[in-house]
């Protein structure tokens, strides 16, 4: 079984501030784990993703995550917020195979103060 | 190319109506996933097609929500008759399925129920 829990419903910070976003993931497998971003009444994105390679992914707008197996933790990070960042951002966990369902986080709220 | 494609936009019923939701995936992808969206919750998977076959709708309430993908390229999400309690937003996404790209899903701008 696999779930994904996001700690933090809401994060708050000022722009060029360091963004942290965390998501802990639980997976009998091993996982591929991914964030997706989005904005107001417009659908998810895919912002980066992790599938076993570099532990250190780096995805769209100036986002990474790094995968840590030892905290079973694939926390997001951007070392300066922009107004443009502001946005619902969701963890997700599957597994290998092309038949594993991909579970979602309950989403973290990001927003950005002038 | 053109993304995923979802209509209506925004549907406001009363209960006990019937709704209907239509999706057209990226061309290509041949897996393709209803998600309902909660207020505050991330997605979670009501079916999930590959071609036409449902190959996980364990999810799916099949009293009154039905689903299909004829031809394996759009599909119709159904609910009949609504209540007030699938007043949400459903999403559709499509990916190719295929090894490191599976859980890469590709999502349209949903669907925003709302049921009087």
């Known amino acids: 079984a696999q779930s994904v829990t996001q700690l933090g419903s809401h994060v708050s910070v000022s722009e060029g501030a360091l963004v942290l976003l965390r998501c802990n993931y639980s997976s009998s497998v091993p996982p591929y784990l991914f964030w997706y971003v989005q904005y107001p009444n417009q659908g998810l994105q895919l912002l980066l993703k992790y599938t076993s390679a570099a532990t250190l992914v780096k995805g769209i707008n100036g986002f990474e995550a790094e995968f840590k197996k030892s905290e079973t933790s694939f926390h997001l990070t951007k070392p300066s917020a922009h107004m443009s960042d502001a946005a619902e951002y969701f963890c997700a966990v599957s597994g290998y195979s092309s038949a594993s369902k991909i579970i979602f986080g309950s989403g973290t709220r990001l927003s950005i103060r002038p | 190319e053109a993304g995923v494609v979802q209509s209506p936009r925004y549907k406001i019923i009363e209960k006990k109506q019937p709704v209907a939701f239509w999706c057209n995936p990226i061309s290509g992808h041949n897996t393709l996933y209803w998600y309902l969206q909660n207020l505050g919750q991330g997605p979670e998977l009501l079916i999930r097609?590959?071609?036409?076959?449902?190959?996980?709708d364990s999810q799916l309430p099949k009293d009154r929500f039905s689903a299909e993908r004829l031809k394996g390229v759009d599909s119709t999400l159904k609910i009949q008759p609504a209540e007030l309690g699938d007043s949400a937003v459903y999403l559709c996404?499509?990916?190719?399925?295929?090894?490191?790209?599976?859980?890469?899903?590709?999502f349209g701008e949903g669907s925003r129920l709302t049921v009087l």
């Open positions: 097609y590959e071609n036409e076959e449902a190959v996980d």
């Open positions: 996404a499509s990916s190719t399925g295929r090894g490191q790209s599976a859980g890469e899903l590709f």
